[in-house]
């Protein structure tokens, strides 16, 4: 899994996707098909983790949909098409379904929230698309 993610202050100086999309390049500088079809990438704002803070569905939306258009760029269109992009970053119950209805999101990097069995079988459940 190659986490990437930006810091707040980064964020409110509207460098975000700019420091994302420079932390994939470097991740998978000269990487092929293959490789990235043995990876996951999980976007967790570094502001998000632990926080309670959670990025609005649409920003993740954009980010998510802007990393898999970086990879189909450098690395190949099927290849991105089909890697999985998580989220994570304070992901609960209450915000799983919105985030899991955005289309380059296919999952979430969960972390406290795990640890509640109920909880994360709501978030299990919200990441499950008919």
């Not at 632990?50 to 649409?58: D, I, L, M, N, S």
Request: proline share 5%; net charge negative.
């Amino acid at each position: 899994i190659v986490c990437v993610g930006e810091t707040s202050a980064q964020r409110e100086a509207g460098q975000a996707l700019e420091v994302v999309l420079g932390q994939i390049d470097g991740a998978f500088q000269g990487a092929d098909a293959i490789a990235l079809a043995r990876c996951a990438v999980a976007y967790e704002p570094v502001w998000a983790i632990g926080t309670g803070k959670v990025a609005r569905p649409e920003d993740a939306q954009e980010m998510h949909a802007a990393i898999r258009a970086r990879l189909a760029t450098t690395v190949g269109a099927a290849a991105a098409a089909v890697l999985r992009i998580l989220y994570g970053g304070s992901v609960k119950p209450d915000n799983a379904p919105e985030l899991m209805a955005e289309p380059d999101l296919d999952g979430a990097l969960v972390g406290g929230a795990s640890l509640d069995a109920k909880g994360f079988a709501a978030i299990v459940r919200a990441a499950t698309r008919p």
